[in-house]
């Protein structure tokens, strides 16, 4: 059974600081990785993907990806109260991406 | 671009009844997927198409489920007979080419009473 493994939360943080999110996954065949932002009653929506062991930054989001270790994390800089929402990881396997459960973030002003 | 377009937004519907969703992917995308979310399960996969043709239907939970799409711009799903089990936020998801990604309708939540 393929699968990404999310800490459901609630992870607290506060306004300005760091959130750091993580994934874990068991297929090692998977070569693409994404996340997705899902506020409260919305749709999960694309923020982030990464296919390459190292760091992916954009803006003020950074994507960390390490094969070896089978591990996906998620840093976002300067954390806005706006940045309060469920963050979903998916790993590509096969044709389809195996979700995790999710991590609710909430950014305390 | 308009996005996946999900029909209708909400659906609220007596047990026994027919259901069903709507779905127009973005326009170029030949993947289509749909999904069932609730707060015990989480997101999971019902169906994929891919170029119109279902390529795997094992996550659809029971005969009661179909999915069917006729050409590359329409897809639906149905549930006959609706139970109060089948409440859920129901989800069509496209693409061009997954390893980029899907893009997601804005869903459709059916409570079925």
């Known amino acids: 059974q393929k699968e990404v493994e999310q800490n459901s939360g609630p992870l607290s943080v506060p306004e300005g600081a760091i959130a750091s999110l993580n994934c874990t996954y068991s297929d090692r065949g998977s070569q693409s990785f994404f996340w997705y932002r899902q506020y409260s009653g919305k749709s999960p929506e694309l923020i982030m993907s990464i296919y390459s062991n190292g760091d992916k930054e954009d803006g003020r989001f950074t994507a960390q990806l390490n094969k070896a270790s089978q591990y996906v994390s998620l840093l976002i800089r300067d954390s806005q109260p706006s940045d309060s929402a469920t963050y979903l990881c998916a790993a590509h396997s096969n044709y389809q991406l195996i979700w995790g459960a999710g991590t609710k973030l909430i950014i305390k002003p | 671009d308009a996005g996946v377009i999900q029909s209708p937004r909400h659906e609220v519907t007596e047990m026994g009844q027919e259901v069903t969703l709507r779905c127009k992917p973005i326009s170029g995308h030949n993947s289509l997927f749909w999904y069932r979310q609730t707060m015990m399960r989480g997101l999971e996969l019902l169906i994929y198409f891919n170029n119109n043709v279902p390529i795997d239907d094992s996550g659809m939970p029971e005969d009661r489920f179909s999915a069917k799409m006729p050409n590359a711009s329409f897809s639906t799903l149905k549930i006959q007979p609706s139970e109060p089990r089948d409440s859920a936020v129901y989800f069509c998801?496209?693409?061009?080419?997954?390893?980029?990604?899907?893009?997601f309708g804005s869903g459709t939540r059916l409570t079925v009473v």
């Open positions: 998801a496209s693409s061009s080419r997954q390893l980029y990604g899907y893009t």
